[in-house]
């Protein structure tokens, strides 16, 4: 059994031809049987949606496009991905990480549901960024780590 927790940066080369395409999607499809577990944030869902607009808005991708993969990571959101809620304690947790680690604001977010997700379910998980400042945040909490950038 095992567990990533993706956050955005990583989770849109699911949906996105970019650097690491291949390897996260190679990673996402080993780990999507019922024996293992693939975390992500619930901010990471807003994130998503986020980046597509910007895609969109920047004309890289068509609004049909983008129409198709926000309801595709839906899909995926509701049966591939364990969503690790936001809410209060994860907040305390984030501020905490902000100042342990000096992230900015949402990857502390992403970084303190992590550790949520490693305490609940007490095995050990991947974190898989692109960001390599969280990269090094998350290896200091204890998790080992994979950038999808680094495969090509």
């Known amino acids: 059994m095992s567990a990533l ?9 699911r949906y996105l031809d970019e650097v690491g395409a291949s390897w996260i999607q190679q990673q996402i499809e080993a780990e999507a049987s019922p024996a293992n577990i693939i975390f992500l944030s619930e901010l990471g869902i807003v994130e998503m949606f986020s980046l597509l607009v910007r895609r969109e808005r920047n004309h890289e991708i068509t609004p049909e496009a983008a129409e198709r993969l926000r309801q595709a990571f839906l899909a995926h959101v509701a049966y591939q991905y364990l969503v690790v ?6 907040f305390v947790e984030a501020r905490a990480v902000v100042l342990k680690h ?3 604001a949402l990857d502390a977010i992403q970084l303190a549901c992590a550790r949520r997700a490693q305490k609940e379910w ?6 898989v960024t692109a960001d390599r400042e969280l990269l090094a945040a ?3 909490e204890g998790f080992s780590t994979a950038n999808p950038n680094d495969y090509s």
């Not at 927790?5 to 080369?13: E, N, R, W």
């Not at 809620?85 to 994860?90: C, E, F, G, L, R």
């Open 122 to 127: 007490e095995e050990p998980i991947t974190f």
């Open 138 to 140: 998350a290896s200091a």
């Open 102 to 104: 000096r992230l900015r």
């Open 85 to 90: 809620p936001v809410d209060t304690t994860v």
């Open 5 to 13: 927790f993706i956050d955005t940066s990583a989770l849109a080369k």
